[in-house]
């Protein structure tokens, strides 16, 4: 199926008529547990997160590496 230019509307209920008429889609099924989320590695400690409050100080520019003005 192709459409023109500005015809994707009609192309997509085209489309959605032709799904609905084969009733290609199953209803989707419980496939058991979600699974726990996976334990920390260690790679970013407490340490090196910054405390509440505390920010990494001024932003940089990316390109030049210099603060970048604030206000």
Same mark, same amino acid.
């Given at each position: 199926?192709?459409?023109? !230019?500005?015809?994707?509307?009609?192309?997509?209920?085209?489309?959605?008529?032709?799904?609905?008429?084969? &009733?290609?889609?199953? &209803?989707?099924? !419980? &496939?058991?547990?979600?699974?726990?989320?996976?334990? @920390?590695?260690?790679?970013?400690?407490?340490?090196?997160? @910054?405390?509440?409050? &505390?920010?990494?100080?001024? @932003?940089?520019?990316?390109?030049?590496?210099?603060?970048?003005?604030?206000?």
């Amino acid at each position: 199926m192709y459409a023109r !230019f500005l015809e994707e509307g009609k192309l997509l209920a085209y489309s959605y008529d032709l799904e609905q008429e084969l &009733q290609v889609r199953a &209803q989707p099924s !419980f &496939q058991g547990v979600v699974p726990p989320p996976p334990p @920390p590695l260690g790679i970013c400690g407490e340490d090196q997160k @910054p405390k509440h409050g &505390q920010g990494l100080g001024r @932003p940089r520019h990316l390109g030049t590496g210099r603060p970048v003005p604030v206000g």
